[in-house]
């Protein structure tokens, strides 16, 4: 039933909640913010949203950092906001899915507290413990540095947050693993306890009405159990130290067995809440198609209903909408991967704004609503972070005092950390943007919120709010915006991305056509290599208006980035 695939070609709105609204004044957002926007996100044509972790946490990474995973911190509400939201949330008709830390805990989780406290407590091997080795004075630098008692890290695996990815216990006197901060010490997933207590904690959620999990960090749940050193690659890394291959920390074949027992898990356990299945959404950031359609389970289709794999757009760098790039890669995730439904993000909260990544300073409305064209026709179901609908930008600290993120931090001034892409959402032109009423939010919120903000852009016909709304409610509508084939036409045109897709039974082809170039376009849509013939074009949402009422397939003039 369509109940049961409800998250095929949903829209999924993140959700960053320390960012999004503040209901009581404090500076930080909370759930009860979150309640009070459901109006707005209802109207939107959001299917669900993704709440980033609001567990109980000394919120060193901002939540991902877990110290507790079957209650919410109090900084965000009580449990029984969240069920109050999960139960109003229904009433809109969006289902809430949460964000779960699988890789790691908080060092301040009594699950850490207590494995730490010697080699022999019954959680002694829930985390990753190791015996160090003898100071090698050739060692590199941040090796050395990680040395305790004589003794360095056992080998050279290093953080993705900088620096040796282990710490010294002096109780234990030995080593932990940590892939990100050293307080996220990993957990030990070949222990079945560890298992039995993280999917304890999803049906926990789920009996509370939960419709699905976004799987943080999930290819690194698995290290080797050797130890043995990755390769060292040439150059360093963003914090200096040198580049390694994670071979033997990243995406190790052991994940699939855990994925496929979760997915099992999720997928039996007696329904609660909303009609249809759970949803399982992994940040898995693939390189290629090959891996991506491991995640789904390959033929068999028993893991992640949704890994996303951001191929488009990456931290930080600037982008170009390369038109054959696009289209090899739009190719690839609607048909290369098993028939599985492919997920499509622009934004989240790791990564500069699209807005920013691939804005030029003069077509940037354009560039913004071509992206948001191509997010929303594609049948990818859709991921999008909270404030890219309003075309938002990234403000990035200019003042190493003013940075929060811990990478900012120890990065400074390589890298500036990810603050940028966090700052509150810009609701109206009053104090704090509507976002707070504390005299300081926790993060400032950008000054062009007086103009940019959702008040303004809901009173604009132009708006990229009215955009993003037009086309959520026309894919909504519009069968062959969701289901069927794609064809990419006029493929020798290297600045406009075209393609038809054909719906199954008969409903009515759409074709979708963006200028992706700073220049005037003429373009021809051959519609016949779709196979579609002795159609006349009528137009359904255009943001260029001498095409409202374009009929023509040839001879087509799309304005630099104009979408039809
Ligand atoms: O991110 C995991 C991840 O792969 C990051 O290394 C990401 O590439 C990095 O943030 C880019 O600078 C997840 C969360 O999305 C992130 O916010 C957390 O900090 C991280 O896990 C640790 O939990």
């Known amino acids: ?32 913010g979150i309640t009070q926007r459901l109006d707005y996100l209802e109207k939107l044509g959001v299917d669900a949203i993704w709440i980033a972790p609001m567990f ?12 507790d995973y079957e209650a919410v ?15 109003e949330a229904k009433k ?18 009594k699950w850490f507290e207590e494995s730490a406290s010697s080699r022999t407590n019954p959680k002694a091997d829930w985390y990753m413990w190791s015996d160090g080795k003898p100071l090698d004075p050739n060692a590199p630098e941040y090796m050395k540095k990680a040395a305790h008692d004589g003794m360095m890290p056992p080998n050279n695996w290093e953080s993705g947050f900088g620096g040796s990815a282990w710490e010294w216990v002096p109780a234990r006197k030995q080593f932990y693993y940590h ?12 222990n079945p306890a560890v298992e039995k207590a993280m999917f304890d904690g999803m049906r926990f959620w789920m009996d509370r009405g939960v419709a699905g999990f976004r799987l943080d960090a999930v290819p690194t749940l698995f290290e080797d159990p050797q130890n043995r050193d990755n390769p060292v690659l040439e150059g360093t890394n963003s914090q200096g130290d040198p580049r390694l291959k994670g071979i033997y920390t990243d995406n190790l074949p052991e994940v699939h067995g855990v994925i496929r027992r979760m997915r099992a898990m999720v997928e039996t356990y007696p329904k609660t809440g909303f009609p249809g299945s759970r949803v399982l959404i992994g940040e898995t950031y693939l390189p290629n198609t090959v891996e991506l359609d491991k995640w789904y389970g390959g033929q068999d289709q028993n893991e992640l209903q949704l ?32 028939g599985s439904q492919p997920l499509l993000v622009f934004d989240n909260h790791d990564n500069v704004r699209s807005h920013d990544r691939y804005g030029d300073g003069v077509h940037d409305a354009a560039i913004d609503r071509a992206i948001a064209t191509m997010l929303l026709t594609s049948k990818a179901t859709a991921l999008m972070y909270y404030g890219e609908e309003l075309g938002m930008p990234t403000t990035t600290p200019t003042r190493v005092e003013d940075v929060k993120d811990p990478i900012g931090i120890t990065g400074w001034p390589r890298e500036k950390g990810r603050d940028g892409e966090r700052t509150p959402m810009q609701w109206d032109a009053s104090t704090d943007a509507g976002f707070s009423t504390a005299a300081k939010t926790w993060l400032p919120v950008p000054p062009n919120y007086t103009t940019l903000n959702v008040a303004n852009e809901e009173k604009d016909p132009t708006s990229l709010l009215n955009w993003y709304k037009r086309l959520i409610a026309l894919r909504r509508n519009t069968p062959a915006l969701h289901d069927g084939g794609v064809v990419f036409v006029d493929t020798s045109n290297t600045n406009v991305l075209s393609y038809v897709r054909t719906p199954p039974g008969g409903a009515k082809p ?51 980035y104009g979408s039809l």
């Open 1 to 32: 039933t369509h109940d049961e695939t409800w998250w095929k070609h949903a829209v999924v709105y993140e959700i960053y909640p320390r960012s999004f609204q503040d209901s009581n004044g404090d500076g930080l957002g909370d759930l009860n």
């Open 56 to 67: 109980p946490s000394p919120q060193v990474d901002f939540g991902y950092d877990v110290s």
């Open 73 to 87: 911190d109090p900084q965000y509400g009580t449990l029984a906001d969240m069920d109050r939201l999960i139960q």
């Open 92 to 109: 809109h008709n969006i289902r809430i899915c949460l964000d779960w830390v699988v890789n790691h805990t908080s060092d301040k989780h």
């Open 179 to 190: 892939m990100f901060y050293k307080q996220q010490p990993d957990l030990n997933w070949r």
């Open 307 to 338: 890994p996303m794999d951001m191929l488009i757009g990456f931290r930080g760098d600037r982008a170009k909408l390369d038109v054959p790039y696009l289209r090899r890669y739009l190719t690839e995730v609607e048909t290369e991967v098993h």
């Open 510 to 560: 759409v074709v979708v056509s963006m200028n992706l170039s700073a220049q005037p376009q003429t373009v021809k849509l051959d519609m016949a290599a779709a196979g579609v013939t002795g159609t006349k074009l009528k137009t359904l949402i255009t943001d260029v208006p001498s095409l409202e009422k374009n009929d023509r397939t040839s001879d087509i003039q799309l304005p630099p």
